[in-house]
């Protein structure tokens, strides 16, 4: 029983440093493709690029929002953040929490 515990723990541990692997490689694809297209000031908006937009659409959502604090809410604009998951065609949902921000509906 204590081995199987053990076992239990171990892979435990082996998906949770996977996932947070991954949640940084996400959070070091966004900052290259798409930090000047989200940060402030909020206008003007610009298009994203093709890559930014391949980094969203492969992107841990929930997982980097979890990761957004008032700090980094000072670079990068949500209204911007919004604009480009919409612009690359995975918007936020009505209602949704990205650190203390809280997406409004699709205009």
């Known amino acids: 029983m204590a081995k199987l515990m053990c076992l239990c723990f171990i892979?435990?541990?082996?998906?949770?440093a996977v996932s947070a692997d991954e949640c940084e490689g996400d959070r070091q694809?966004?900052?290259k493709e798409c930090a000047k297209y989200q940060q402030w000031p909020a206008n003007p908006k610009l298009d994203p690029s093709d890559a930014c937009?391949?980094?969203?659409?492969?992107?841990n959502i929930p997982c980097?929002?979890?990761?957004?604090?008032k700090e980094?809410?000072?670079?990068?604009?949500?209204e911007k953040v919004?604009?480009?998951?919409?612009?690359c065609k995975k918007p936020f949902p009505h209602?949704?929490?990205?650190?203390?921000?809280?997406?409004?509906?699709?205009?």
């Open 11 to 16: 892979i435990l541990a082996i998906a949770v």
């Open 95 to 107: 209602g949704y929490k990205c650190g203390s921000y809280t997406f409004p509906p699709l205009a």
């Open 72 to 78: 980094k809410e000072k670079i990068y604009c949500m």
């Open 64 to 69: 980097l929002c979890a990761g957004v604090t």
């Open 29 to 31: 694809a966004m900052i």
């Open 53 to 59: 937009c391949a980094v969203w659409q492969k992107a």
């Open 82 to 87: 919004a604009y480009v998951a919409n612009f």
